[in-house]
Structure formats: C-alpha cells, structure tokens
C-alpha cells in the first residue's frame, strides 16, 4: 500500500508543474484567416542571422598572389578578379614609366628631340612592358590579354602628359584636377574662337591674352609653384612657341637653364603685352615699345652678351646659311666671316643692277664673276686650297701694233667690269686675256694697283668678235 500512496503524491506535483508551465509561457502569435477566425503562427527559432563586416584593407594585398586569394575567398567572379587585377598592374606600371623612362617631351628646352633619349626611352618602355606582361601572365594564366580590352584608355581628349620627375609623384587627385583644368581651359578658348569665327572677326589678342590669365590662375591654385613651372615649360603656349622659334633658328641650342630664363623673360612682359587694347595713340604705343625694350633688356641680361649676340645674328637667314657652311667644313669659328662676305657680295650685286647702261649679258658676267669670287673668299676664310687656274699658264695673246692716228681697232674697244673681292689687275689679265699694258692704256686715268672692290674698270676686248 506504500507504493500507492507514492505513486499518487507523485501525480499531484506533475499537474502542479504543469499548470504553472502553462501559465508562465507566452501564448504562440496568432492571426486571423479568411473566415475571420484565429490560427497559430509557427515560428522557426533555429535560424541565426549575424551580420558580416570586412573591409577592402583586409583584401587588398602587396602580395598579388595573396590579393588574388582574398578576392576568390569573398566570392569575386573570375572575370571582376582579373580586371582588377589588370587595372592595378596597368596603374602600378604607369606610375613606373612616368618616374623612371626620360621622353623627349620631359626635355622641355629642346626644340628637336635628341636621338639618344629617344632611344632609350623606347628600350626603357620596352623593358617595361615585357615585364607588365609576365606578370599578368604569371598571375593570370596565358589568356589573361583576352580581358584586357576593358582596361584600354579610351580618352576624348587629348589631354596633358604628367610624367617626368616633377609631374609624376603628383597625387591622383591632382592629376585628375589638373586634367580638368586643362579640359576647361581648352574649351573656354575653342569657345571663344568659335563664336569669333562665326562674327567673322578675328580673335582679339586681349581676350587671348585674358583667357590665358584665367588659366594660368587656376593652375596655381592646384599646384605648387615648382610644380606649376614645370607644367608651363612643358605644356603652356608660351613654352611652344618659344620651342618653335628656336627650332627655326636651328643653331642656337639652348641649354635648360637658357631655355627657363628665356621662358620667364618672355612670359612675364608678353602675358602684359597682350592684355594690352591694340594702341590708337601716343601713349599706348610708347607703353607697348617700353615693355618690349624691358623685354628685350631683361633678355639679354639673362643670356649675357655673347648668346644674346648669337641670339639676334640667327634671325636673319643669311647668317644661318653662313652658320651652316662652316658647320659643314668642320670651321664654325669661320660663320661670321662668310657672313660678312656675303653682305659684301650682296651690296656689289644691288650696285651692278642699278646700272642702267648694261646690257643683259654683260650684267649676267658681272653678276657670276662675283659669285665666283665669293665662292673663292668663302675657301679662303675657311681654310680650303682653291684649284689651280689653267689660264693663268696659258699664252697672253698681243695686240697688233698700229701706226700712229690711226682708228681704234676692235681689239682696244672696251666695257665695264665692277671688281669682286679679291680682284686686281693681275686676276683682270688672266681673266679676260689682255695684257696689263692694254689694262693700262684702256684705264689711262685709274691707278690699277689700288684697285677696291666695286670699283669700275674698262676690259679691252679681245680680237675675237665672241666677247669675253
């Protein structure tokens, strides 16, 4: 009977737990269905959502085999992995030929490219380039050039180049600026040309000049003053047309720190010059021919005066070509000689047209005596033997004699020759074939030993009815 009376006080504790469980545990949510009666809802409590966080810093890598690793463990697709990949290469590889490949164009001072940089900046970039390829090859696979294309710069524009020491280590952003400035500051003045062009007025040098201002402003508000003249030298209007005239005068070969100082000096009074209103009056044109004297001072104080003198020789082309000539005879030292030969030469050429009293053909011998004899000064200065003469050996024919009173044979009528350089009456005798004596009698009133260049002498002609 004891068991029964366990088996009883047993069963009363369980309806009292089970009662208090039922009021302690909140009723199960319920909503209405369409018969507008209540239903339990199920709610499943073993689904657990947790929030990832991550950052790109904890995916980006140096190391571009771990790189890689990180992207394919977040579940980036394989095309997305290797365009990024392509991307950050082509980014790195960029950076490495704007710091470490010399163009041509970063040598701003030049107004022709020097071969030997041009050459090595071609074997630099190829270098470069072999090994942008390996490495993609090496953490791409060999078919990674197919998933290239996406990454191929398309620009609109032209754009400015930002390599070299100064415009390389620029920041992204400032490179982005700076490209935006360049855009703005193009379109500004297509629009202004523009709108001129369909006026059918020309551009207005002030406006020029104040568009130019406006750019130039901008710019320093990006870049820092060495960074700003490394931008003008290479990219600015200035710059280009300073490299142009130089290249006209081709011997001039500035060096850097010439090239600078011309830059400056001529920037800081062309930039006021052109803002200047086209002058209608006294004053405005004194204004306008005090800044380009205070150019042209400021000029010559920063090449001194020997490069300042070569500097202004070069503008004119007969210089030039003399330059030239003694370059080409290994004797440059001899350019201003064969420069003022051919002044002189010049001068007796105007001189011998301005005879009226000649005829065609005896100009046409006046004028190549003298180029011959100017080919013969210009061996001489540079140092060259002259070829030997062979009428200078040959028999000097004479003249018949003739009796007193009677007339003047062919052989004494006489024309004109103007003397050369270099000429004398020895050089007259061997060139036209007539003896000094008949020089002599024909010119009884000049003293043929002092004979200058242009002087006029009277030649006998000789007893053939050609001429000379």
Known sequence: MRWRGLFFVALGINLVLGTLCLHWVPAPPHARNSAGH???????????????????????????????????????????????????????????????????EQQWWRSEPDTRVLRAAVEKLRGLESERRRLLTQLLGASWEAGDLNNLPRPSRRGVKLDGPVLSQLSAELKDLLQAADTRAGDRSAAYLAARQAAGLAPDPAELGRLRKQAREEL???????????????????????????????????????????????????????????????????????????????????LGAERYELLQLLQDPVYRDAFAAAQRAGNPAAARTLYEISQTVAEQEAALRSKTNWTPEQLAIALQRAKLEQLKANAQALGQDLPEDPSA??????????????????????????????ENEGSLSTLYGVSISALRAANPDVNLRKLRPGDSVLIPNRPSPTGP
């Not at 579940?75 to 470490?100: H, K, Q, W, Y």
């Not at 009056?281 to 005090?290: K, P, V, Y």
């Not at 018949?400 to 004109?416: D, E, G, V």
């Open 220 to 302: 320093a508000h990006i870049l820092t003053p060495p960074q700003l003249e490394d931008y003008m030298l290479r990219n600015s209007t200035e710059a280009d047309n300073l490299r142009t005239e130089l290249g006209e005068l081709k011997f001039f070969n500035a060096t850097p720190e010439e090239f600078r100082a011309m830059f400056h000096a001529a920037d800081a009074y062309n930039s006021k010059i052109l803002t200047l209103t086209p002058p209608t009056d006294a004053a405005g044109i004194s204004e306008r021919q005090s800044l380009e004297q205070q150019r042209e001072t400021t000029l010559k104080t920063a």
């Open 393 to 422: 050996t040959a028999p000097t024919p004479t003249a018949p004699r003739s009796p007193p009173n009677a007339p003047i044979p062919f052989s004494l009528q006489t024309h004109p020759h103007v003397l050369g350089i270099g």
């Open 38 to 104: 209540e239903r339990e809802l199920l709610v499943k409590t073993n689904v657990v959502v947790r929030k990832q966080f991550f950052s790109w810093s904890q995916i980006e890598s140096t190391d571009y085999s771990r790189y890689i690793a990180n992207l394919r463990d977040i579940g980036c697709p394989e095309p997305t992995i290797r365009d990024i990949i392509i991307a950050d290469v082509n980014s790195l590889f960029a950076r490495r030929m704007g710091s470490e490949v010399t163009t041509p």
